[in-house]
């Protein structure tokens, strides 16, 4: 009886999980994808086909929109962990109590306030009427207004902005379990600090380093308000398409699609990283 | 303690923490290929010193030398020394040999050249194909032998230890210590030795540094440490004894008379102790040096005897002892004879203690109190 009871205990905590998979995950998803696989022949008629699809590959904006969010969002979030890692060292190895907690606060404080806000924060700095621009005219080093806005710099500016936080916090969790003694004992038996960074700190926070990436990288792809914000319009990315389809084209199908071809990279560029970094899934995100 | 080539010099150490002295004036040499321990107490300075001999800190002032060359300035990574950690900080993300190697692979050692010397080391550390074994697959025993082997493939000069057994169980460290002792033997190299277990420094050391709140409070083997202690401090600290108060009635050459509190009177044969009739004094007594005997036994007479009855018998094997309790109502601990005579001993049981004169040391009470 006891055993029964037990066992009814672990099903209701386990209720609404199933239930948020169940209802929120993986039903939409059969319904998105039941929807991409339908092609519209007329009004209220569909066929079951893989055509929109291969509207994907047939039309060069689609793939190349999807190579460029993809390439992109992996510079990002390279970008981000040659910031992140120096910012998490200094946190977790080189300071101590109080200012620990006060720096990883610090790093924490822009993210009180929406995302919008912050990159419209960004576009105040960025455009052409901005604090930037007025700033290099008042020192004379420009003759003009500068527009630094609306290019691909600032989108990377904004993803990295976006992103760092997600990526400082694991990483300082790591570095936080490296034992110092291990560090020492590197420099006693003639160890510089590259070759201790490269042999001790690197492989202990490797961990760290590729849930951080895969976090940032999975932000990155599916941002859309950095993006279109300090893009404009020129600069096209895969999850504005995604918008475009659904919202202002109203083609659910190819847009449904588009989704999946995104789960589809996302997955497959995740997968990629764990397999060249030696690491597995359960070993960097499944840890506490 | 001079010797012609001494492999570690220190003269006049001294490290300040703000206004926290945490050595002072420390001056030693360790001979070559001896064992030498530092003993003492948590927080006493040990840990501070070992730190400035590897380079991890700089001494506020005093010189410190290895073979010679003084090594003020100089980092930890271009040092003679290596040490093993406390926790033996061996790189567990590095397979065994891996981690031996490191060093050889900081000095830029061929790859074929790494292999065959850390399968020698190994092999010196009775663990020969376990380079490719993790970390973690090894036993206590096996990783503190690791931890020395990846310090020794090196060949430095001086080997620093940091209570590296502190972490093992009771047995295994029994063993280590003598293991530890050996390896020291067979690699003859010096090893600077830091703890705050005696029978770890007795066992292993040629000599034994006391400390005491950053001072050397005596440095001689560990026959002199145990059996002639300077100091009040390391005939308390080293080894068990009965600690007595009082007072000194009578001078007379080396042997004199002091009373306790409580009015029992004892001789103590102590030469060159200084001390004159009315100074306050300690007087330090081994369980060991305590004989018990039956009463009325005819040993009536002699110095330093008294009746009593037994308060507790702590048995603990070989190192069992007895609390009796003299008529003063004083508990003095006496260690138990193995010969068996007194195996049936009971609280409440009368008997009497006896010790010569030779066998206590007695020291003044600093501060005349």
Not at chain 1, 63 to 70: E, H, Q, S, Y
Not at chain 2, 258 to 267: H, I, R, V
Not at chain 2, 295 to 300: I, L, Q, S, V
């Given at each position: 009886m006891g055993s029964d009871r037990s066992r009814l205990g672990f099903y209701l905590l386990l209720a609404?999980?199933?239930?948020?998979?169940?209802?929120?995950?993986i039903l939409p998803h059969i319904g998105l994808f039941l929807v991409s696989i339908s092609e519209k022949i007329g009004p209220r008629e569909y066929e079951t086909g893989f055509d929109n699809y291969a509207a994907f590959f047939?039309?060069?904006?689609?793939?190349?929109?999807?190579?460029?969010t993809a390439i992109m969002s992996i510079m990002a979030t390279a970008l981000t962990l040659i910031l992140g890692f120096p910012i998490a060292y200094y946190i977790a190895k080189l300071t101590r109590g109080r200012t620990k907690t006060t720096l990883f606060l610090m790093c924490m404080i822009p993210f009180w306030v929406s995302e919008l806000v912050r990159t419209f924060g960004w576009m105040i700095l960025l455009r052409e009427t901005g604090v930037i621009s007025n700033v290099l005219q008042y020192l004379g080093l420009v003759n003009g207004p500068v527009e630094m806005l609306y290019n691909d710099a600032a989108i990377m500016v904004g993803l990295v902005y976006t992103s760092i936080l997600f990526m400082v916090v694991p990483l300082v969790t790591t570095l936080d379990s490296l034992d110092d003694s291990l560090i020492e004992a590197g420099y006693d038996l003639g160890g510089t600090s590259t070759s201790i960074m490269r042999e001790i700190v690197i492989p202990h926070a490797m961990p760290g380093i590729v849930s951080g990436c895969i976090v940032v990288f999975m932000l990155s792809l599916g941002n859309y308000l950095t993006p279109i914000l300090l893009g404009g319009k020129d600069s096209l990315w895969f999850t504005g398409m995604i918008y475009t389809q659904f919202i202002t084209r109203f083609?659910?199908?190819?847009?449904?699609?588009?989704?999946?071809?995104?789960l589809a990279l996302s997955s497959l560029v995740v997968f990629l990283g764990l397999k060249f970094s030696g690491q597995s899934l359960s070993e960097t995100m499944g840890r506490p | 303690m001079t010797h012609p080539n001494p492999d570690l010099e220190c003269r006049d150490l001294t490290k300040d923490f703000d206004a926290f002295r945490a050595v002072d004036h420390i001056s030693f040499d360790v001979p070559q290929g001896s064992f030498f321990s530092i003993l003492g107490p948590?927080?006493?300075?040990?840990?501070?010193?070992?730190?400035?001999?590897?380079?991890?800190?700089s001494p506020t002032s005093g010189d410190l030398r290895i073979k010679g060359k003084s090594m003020i300035g100089v980092p930890p990574n271009k040092r003679p020394v290596s040490m093993v950690f406390q926790h033996l900080a061996l790189f567990p993300t590095m397979n065994i040999g891996d981690n031996v190697g490191f060093g050889l692979r900081q000095r830029g050692v061929s790859k074929a050249e790494i292999k065959t010397r850390v399968e020698q080391v190994l092999e010196r550390v009775g663990l020969p194909h376990v380079s490719e074994r993790r970390v973690d697959q090894l036993s206590g025993g096996q990783k503190q032998r690791v931890a020395i082997a990846r310090c020794m493939v090196l060949e430095p000069d001086v080997l620093l230890l940091d209570e590296p057994l502190g972490a093992l169980d009771l047995k295994l460290r029994e063993h280590m210590k003598i293991e530890l002792k050996s390896l020291q033997h067979a690699f003859n190299t010096t090893f600077v030795?830091?703890?705050?277990?005696?029978?770890?420094?007795?066992?292993?050391?040629?000599?034994?540094a006391v400390m005491n709140n950053g001072r050397f409070e005596q440095i001689g083997s560990p026959h002199d440490v145990y059996h002639r202690p300077d100091t009040a401090f390391v005939a308390g600290f080293v080894g068990d004894a009965n600690k007595i108060d009082a007072k000194v009635t009578d001078v007379n050459g080396a042997m004199l008379t002091l009373a306790t509190d409580t009015g029992s009177e004892m001789k103590v044969e102590a030469a060159g102790t200084g001390l004159t009739v009315g100074q306050r004094a300690q007087v330090f007594l081994r369980p060991e040096a305590i004989a018990l005997g039956v009463p009325d036994a005819g040993t009536e007479g002699g110095a330093n005897i008294s009746r009593g009855t037994v308060e507790t018998v702590f048995f603990n094997g070989a190192n069992s002892t007895v609390t009796v309790k003299d008529r003063a109502g004083h508990l003095v601990k006496v260690a138990m004879p193995q010969t068996g005579d007194f195996a049936t001993l009971q609280r409440g049981d009368a008997i009497s203690?006896?010790?010569?004169?030779?066998?206590?040391?007695?020291?003044?009470?600093?501060g005349g109190a």
């Amino acid at each position: 009886m006891g055993s029964d009871r037990s066992r009814l205990g672990f099903y209701l905590l386990l209720a609404p999980i199933l239930l948020w998979l169940v209802v929120l995950i993986i039903l939409p998803h059969i319904g998105l994808f039941l929807v991409s696989i339908s092609e519209k022949i007329g009004p209220r008629e569909y066929e079951t086909g893989f055509d929109n699809y291969a509207a994907f590959f047939t039309e060069p904006l689609y793939w190349r929109t999807f190579a460029r969010t993809a390439i992109m969002s992996i510079m990002a979030t390279a970008l981000t962990l040659i910031l992140g890692f120096p910012i998490a060292y200094y946190i977790a190895k080189l300071t101590r109590g109080r200012t620990k907690t006060t720096l990883f606060l610090m790093c924490m404080i822009p993210f009180w306030v929406s995302e919008l806000v912050r990159t419209f924060g960004w576009m105040i700095l960025l455009r052409e009427t901005g604090v930037i621009s007025n700033v290099l005219q008042y020192l004379g080093l420009v003759n003009g207004p500068v527009e630094m806005l609306y290019n691909d710099a600032a989108i990377m500016v904004g993803l990295v902005y976006t992103s760092i936080l997600f990526m400082v916090v694991p990483l300082v969790t790591t570095l936080d379990s490296l034992d110092d003694s291990l560090i020492e004992a590197g420099y006693d038996l003639g160890g510089t600090s590259t070759s201790i960074m490269r042999e001790i700190v690197i492989p202990h926070a490797m961990p760290g380093i590729v849930s951080g990436c895969i976090v940032v990288f999975m932000l990155s792809l599916g941002n859309y308000l950095t993006p279109i914000l300090l893009g404009g319009k020129d600069s096209l990315w895969f999850t504005g398409m995604i918008y475009t389809q659904f919202i202002t084209r109203f083609n659910w199908e190819l847009g449904s699609a588009f989704g999946f071809l995104l789960l589809a990279l996302s997955s497959l560029v995740v997968f990629l990283g764990l397999k060249f970094s030696g690491q597995s899934l359960s070993e960097t995100m499944g840890r506490p | 303690m001079t010797h012609p080539n001494p492999d570690l010099e220190c003269r006049d150490l001294t490290k300040d923490f703000d206004a926290f002295r945490a050595v002072d004036h420390i001056s030693f040499d360790v001979p070559q290929g001896s064992f030498f321990s530092i003993l003492g107490p948590s927080g006493c300075g040990k840990t501070t010193l070992l730190r400035m001999i590897a380079g991890f800190q700089s001494p506020t002032s005093g010189d410190l030398r290895i073979k010679g060359k003084s090594m003020i300035g100089v980092p930890p990574n271009k040092r003679p020394v290596s040490m093993v950690f406390q926790h033996l900080a061996l790189f567990p993300t590095m397979n065994i040999g891996d981690n031996v190697g490191f060093g050889l692979r900081q000095r830029g050692v061929s790859k074929a050249e790494i292999k065959t010397r850390v399968e020698q080391v190994l092999e010196r550390v009775g663990l020969p194909h376990v380079s490719e074994r993790r970390v973690d697959q090894l036993s206590g025993g096996q990783k503190q032998r690791v931890a020395i082997a990846r310090c020794m493939v090196l060949e430095p000069d001086v080997l620093l230890l940091d209570e590296p057994l502190g972490a093992l169980d009771l047995k295994l460290r029994e063993h280590m210590k003598i293991e530890l002792k050996s390896l020291q033997h067979a690699f003859n190299t010096t090893f600077v030795y830091i703890t705050h277990d005696q029978s770890e420094a007795l066992v292993m050391s040629d000599n034994i540094a006391v400390m005491n709140n950053g001072r050397f409070e005596q440095i001689g083997s560990p026959h002199d440490v145990y059996h002639r202690p300077d100091t009040a401090f390391v005939a308390g600290f080293v080894g068990d004894a009965n600690k007595i108060d009082a007072k000194v009635t009578d001078v007379n050459g080396a042997m004199l008379t002091l009373a306790t509190d409580t009015g029992s009177e004892m001789k103590v044969e102590a030469a060159g102790t200084g001390l004159t009739v009315g100074q306050r004094a300690q007087v330090f007594l081994r369980p060991e040096a305590i004989a018990l005997g039956v009463p009325d036994a005819g040993t009536e007479g002699g110095a330093n005897i008294s009746r009593g009855t037994v308060e507790t018998v702590f048995f603990n094997g070989a190192n069992s002892t007895v609390t009796v309790k003299d008529r003063a109502g004083h508990l003095v601990k006496v260690a138990m004879p193995q010969t068996g005579d007194f195996a049936t001993l009971q609280r409440g049981d009368a008997i009497s203690t006896r010790w010569h004169p030779k066998q206590a040391r007695c020291y003044a009470v600093s501060g005349g109190a």
